[in-house]
């Protein structure tokens, strides 16, 4: 005698749920929606800034464009001070801190990259 699957697996009642949604939404809605449930979790696991907190990187992102717009215009030499001094004023703001690092690294590694450049250049010899 033939057994059906219904009668030779053990189902619970999370299976046919399971089942019945699979049946009733389309594959691409149920994704759509445990993506959604997934973020929202992750948003009740982030910290949140304070207000004060808010203020603050506000604050640094008004001064961080100062020193962005000086690099733009080339003036790197300004930039660089501009960022040194965002570096020490909000250490107590470590994303600020570390923005600010990181401009500094990316102005001294272009300065350094130049320089070498310039020092294995060769002199092209006739002959």
């Not at 001064?63 to 960022?83: D, S």
């Not at 004023?89 to 590694?109: C, D, E, H, V, W």
């Amino acid at each position: 005698m033939a057994k059906t699957i219904l009668k030779k697996e053990d189902w619970g009642g999370l299976t046919i749920i399971a089942l019945l949604a699979a049946y009733a939404f389309p594959p691409y809605f149920i994704y759509l929606m445990t993506m959604a449930a997934l973020t929202e979790f992750a948003h009740l696991w982030t910290t949140k800034l304070s207000r004060e907190e808010q203020e603050k990187f506000i604050e640094f992102e008004k001064e961080f464009r100062k020193g962005y717009k000086l690099q733009k215009e080339g003036k790197t030499k300004e930039a660089l001070a501009w960022y040194q001094k965002l570096e020490k004023r909000y250490t107590n703001l470590p994303q600020g801190a570390k923005l600010a690092t990181l401009q500094i690294r990316q102005l001294t590694g272009k300065k350094n990259e130049m320089a070498s450049k310039k020092a294995t250049k060769k002199p092209r010899g006739r002959g």
